[in-house]
T-cell receptor, first 116, second 117 residues
């Protein structure tokens, strides 16, 4: 079975400072990893994904994430946070070896608060 | 990217009535659609997975007679909440995967806020 952990309920950062949102995962096979962002009363917006290849993945709005197989982590990062980055962030994983329908397991979510 | 729409975006109904929510893939054929439920400040909980032309597969603990899912075409899936009660109030999100994207990637709708009075 697959699982995702986002250890921080909330991350606070000042505008202009680096932002990191942590995610660790557990799958029996090869992982397919995603980051999504959700603004209040809205659906999920795709940020980036890792399937294979380069461990550093660049995504939308200046975000990037690094896949670390040995630490089973996929932390989301942004070098300089903006107030508009304040939102709820979800990490998700799919086990490529066991699931043919594409079911995703979501983490609990991390609320990011960027202060001016 | 592929676009998924949901209708309505917001619905308020009386207890005991049924509510239908539509999920459409606008520019691709969705062979599989997923329905999620989300409570305030919580994660998405997968309710069911449906493949076009087949019965939906429900997750453990989800009442299939209460949450009726129909996936009659490659661009439309519907979720009907039957005999809704206040505890069914939630944010419902659909996603679709199929011939767009790669590796059966899911594309998410904007969500439907259901309030049962």
């Amino acid at each position: 079975a697959q699982s995702v952990a986002q250890p921080e309920d909330q991350v606070n950062v000042a505008e202009g400072n680096p932002l990191t949102v942590k995610c660790t995962y557990s799958v029996s096979g090869n992982p397919y990893l995603f980051w999504y962002v959700q603004y209040p009363n809205r659906g999920l917006q795709f940020l980036l994904k890792y399937i294979t290849g380069d461990n550093l993945v660049k995504g939308s709005y200046g975000f990037e994430a690094e896949f670390n197989k040995s630490q089973t982590s996929f932390h989301l990062k942004k070098p300089s946070a903006l107030v508009s980055d304040s939102a709820l962030y979800f990490c998700a994983v799919r086990d490529m070896s066991t699931d043919s329908w594409g079911k995703l397991q979501f983490g609990a979510g991390t609320q990011v608060v960027v202060t001016p | 990217g592929a676009v998924v729409s949901q209708h309505p975006s917001r619905v308020i109904c009386k207890s005991g009535t049924s509510v239908k929510i539509e999920c459409r893939s606008l520019d691709f054929q969705a062979t599989t659609m997923f329905w999620y439920r989300q409570f305030p400040k919580q994660s998405l909980m997968l309710m069911a997975t449906s493949n076009e032309g087949s019965k939906a597969t429900y997750e453990q603990g989800v009442e299939k007679d209460k949450f009726l899912i129909n996936h009659a075409s490659l661009t439309l899936s519907t979720l009907t909440v039957t005999s809704a009660h206040p505890e069914d109030s939630s944010f419902y999100i659909c996603s679709a995967s199929g011939l767009a994207g790669t590796y059966n990637e899911q594309f998410f709708g904007p969500g439907t806020r259901l309030t049962v009075l």
